[in-house]
């Protein structure tokens, strides 16, 4: 069965632009959680969405946002990017969420570089 | 303060040995969860534990729920152990995520 798709795998943005990366989970599986990876940070959860709704949100500013369509894709979106957000972007998708936990399948991420 | 603290940060073992990680929270949890981050980045999701103790291969991951404490043992270790293993819990107030730095793992043939 295939595994959590993330396209595209790298991206180089300037300054001020916006991006959207997107992510499809395994089939059947309703969530997606995003996350951020930094050298100096280490990974931080950045939002996480179940049948469409976000059910919680990390510490990041307004600029990052997010949205899961009814067949459970995602998209995140990063608008006026600054240097700082240059990161690895994982999501993870999983059967159900909600307070009790299930495994987390990841995918490879999305590497994006500002310039 | 981070609500997640991990030990050692790095560790370098010889094959076979025995190699034990360990975590600790502050916050009240509603799961912990053991990753795997190999060199390029993707990460493989180990156990995830909110009691007790489960094993799959050489890998056990055991938690105290009281003390607050997780541990992830390797037993006898391989080269193709060489990776960063990650702590992770679920926070039962907010359902946020917090996350560990790390454990640099080693294992030298």
């Known amino acids: 069965k295939a595994g959590v798709t993330q396209t595209p795998r790298y991206l180089i943005k300037t300054r001020g632009q916006q991006v959207t990366l997107s992510c499809s989970p395994i089939s059947g599986h309703r969530s997606v959680s995003w996350y951020q990876q930094t050298p100096g940070q280490g990974l931080q959860f950045l939002f996480e969405y179940f049948s469409e709704t976000q059910r919680n949100k990390g510490n990041f500013p307004g600029r990052f946002s997010g949205r899961q369509f009814s067949n459970s894709r995602s998209e995140m979106n990063v608008s006026t990017l600054e240097l700082g957000d240059s990161a690895l972007y994982l999501c993870a998708s999983s059967v159900g969420t909600g307070g009790s936990d299930y495994g987390y399948t990841f995918g490879s991420g999305t590497r994006l570089t500002v310039v | 303060k981070n609500e997640v603290e991990q030990s050692p940060q790095n560790l370098t073992a010889q094959e076979g040995e025995f190699i034990t990680i360990n975590c600790s929270y502050s916050v009240g949890i509603s799961a912990l969860h053991w990753l795997q981050q190999h060199p390029g980045g993707g990460i493989v999701s180990l156990f995830m534990?909110?009691?007790g103790k489960k094993k799959h291969g050489r890998l056990i991951a055991t938690i105290n729920i009281q003390e607050k404490h997780s541990s992830l043992h390797i037993t006898a270790s391989h080269p193709r152990d060489s990776a960063v293993y990650i702590c992770a819990v679920r926070s039962n107030t907010g359902n946020q995520f917090y996350f560990g730095t790390g454990t640099s793992l080693t294992v030298i043939p």
């Open positions: 534990l909110s009691s």
